[in-house]
């Protein structure tokens, strides 16, 4: 018998995630910024305007902070708390709508 044979080869390989005593972050369903996450318990809009999803500096040294919701309130009173994600193409609408004037046109500042 060769004596390379004989040894065995230790590799670094992947644990078998059946194994592990936690699961992953994958499989806890979690997101890459965790202020992105959307409770599962229903929320009040002012629990939603305290939740902030970034804050922390950028790559240029600026600190950036994000809220979690936005709070709109539209013409008629209504408030919602629109979700920085899930709710961005409704941020998007809020923001052309706030540029337009009551003819519809779009107004530059």
Same mark, same amino acid.
Do not use: C
């Given at each position: 018998?060769?004596?390379?044979? !004989? ?7 992947? %644990?078998?995630?059946? &194994?592990?005593? %936690?699961?992953? #972050? ?5 997101? &890459?910024?965790?202020? @992105?996450?959307? !409770? @599962? *318990? ?5 629990? =939603? &305007?305290?939740?902030? !999803? ?5 790559? /240029?040294? $600026?600190?950036?902070?994000?809220? /979690?919701?936005?709070? +709109? %309130?539209?013409?008629?009173? *209504?408030? =919602? ?5 899930? $709710? #961005?193409? !409704?941020?998007? $609408? +809020? +923001?052309?709508? &706030?540029?337009? $004037?009551?003819?519809?046109?779009? +107004?530059?500042?």
């Amino acid at each position: 018998m060769n004596k390379q044979q !004989a040894k065995p080869i230790d590799q670094p390989v992947s %644990e078998d995630r059946h &194994a592990r005593s %936690e699961p992953t #972050a994958k499989e806890k369903n979690l997101v &890459a910024n965790p202020g @992105d996450r959307i !409770a @599962d *318990e229903s929320q009040s809009i002012e629990e =939603k &305007a305290k939740q902030v !999803a970034v804050d922390s500096p950028d790559i /240029t040294g $600026d600190w950036i902070r994000v809220p /979690t919701y936005f709070i +709109v %309130e539209y013409p008629d009173g *209504e408030r =919602k708390a629109l979700h920085h994600v899930r $709710d #961005a193409e !409704a941020i998007s $609408d +809020v +923001v052309r709508m &706030a540029r337009m $004037d009551e003819k519809g046109n779009r +107004v530059w500042w």
